[in-house]
């Protein structure tokens, strides 16, 4: 029989290897529709192409009714995307982290302070890391004054924005096209 102090050390040990901060599982969501899947891969080998540097890829997704459902896929190279979007949940499509954020009212531009979520700073600070790391030295700079650096949106005419809106599960709208982007100039 267990004396006492081995469940208790046993207890210990199982807390401290629970409590990581590394963001080791990238793959917290699986994607069930193939179609919205494979969009994603293809956009992926777009930004692949065209992208200097590390880069991100975001989705953006809203519910417009009970059977439409619409995502717009997109890139950031630097923070702004964590500080202002929280992202829901993340999954692995061609070998890289896509992560998700939703695109409702509750999410507000510009003033992050009034949203109803956020993410948490550390957490942002092991994405940066683990993902941009450049953009990871330089807010590890700006945050010596006590504050995030954050660049502005840039308007891009180049088609860098591809949306796609479902309705029960099938993509009946597919465009690429340009606007807003957070990117390192």
Same mark, same amino acid.
């Given at each position: 029989?267990?004396?006492?102090?081995?469940?208790?050390?046993?207890?210990?040990?199982?807390?401290?290897?629970?409590?990581?901060?590394? +963001?080791?599982? $990238?793959?917290?969501? +699986?994607?069930?529709?193939?179609?919205?899947?494979?969009?994603?891969?293809?956009?992926?080998?777009?930004?692949?192409?065209?992208?200097?540097?590390?880069?991100?890829?975001?989705?953006?997704?809203? @519910?417009?009714?009970?059977?439409?459902?619409?995502?717009?896929?997109?890139?950031?190279?630097?923070?702004?995307?964590?500080? /202002?979007?929280?992202?829901?949940?993340?999954?692995? @499509?061609?070998?890289?982290?896509?992560?998700?954020?939703?695109?409702?009212? +509750? @999410?507000?531009?510009? $003033?992050?302070?009034?949203?109803?979520?956020?993410?948490?700073?550390? @957490?942002?600070?092991?994405?940066?890391?683990?993902?941009?790391?450049?953009?990871?030295?330089? /807010?590890?700079?700006?945050?010596?004054? =006590?504050?995030?650096? +954050?660049?502005?949106?840039?308007? $891009? $005419?180049?088609?860098?924005?591809?949306?796609?809106?479902?309705?029960?599960?099938?993509?009946?709208?597919?465009?690429?096209? =340009? =606007?807003?982007?957070? =990117?390192?100039?």
């Amino acid at each position: 029989m267990f004396n006492k102090k081995t469940i208790f050390c046993l207890a210990v040990l199982a807390l401290l290897t629970s409590c990581n901060k590394q +963001i080791d599982n $990238d793959n917290t969501i +699986i994607i069930n529709n193939p179609v919205l899947r494979d969009e994603i891969a293809e956009y992926i080998k777009y930004t692949n192409g065209h992208v200097k540097d590390s880069a991100i890829v975001v989705v953006y997704f809203s @519910v417009v009714n009970d059977s439409t459902n619409r995502f717009e896929i997109t890139y950031s190279q630097n923070a702004v995307f964590f500080m /202002q979007n929280p992202f829901l949940f993340t999954a692995k @499509v061609s070998n890289k982290t896509v992560f998700f954020s939703m695109k409702e009212n +509750i @999410v507000k531009k510009g $003033d992050i302070t009034s949203n109803f979520f956020s993410n948490d700073t550390t @957490v942002i600070y092991d994405i940066l890391k683990k993902y941009l790391p450049k953009e990871y030295k330089r /807010q590890l700079e700006y945050n010596k004054t =006590g504050i995030y650096y +954050i660049d502005e949106y840039i308007l $891009d $005419d180049t088609e860098n924005i591809l949306d796609l809106t479902f309705v029960k599960d099938s993509l009946i709208k597919k465009e690429m096209r =340009g =606007g807003l982007i957070q =990117g390192i100039y």
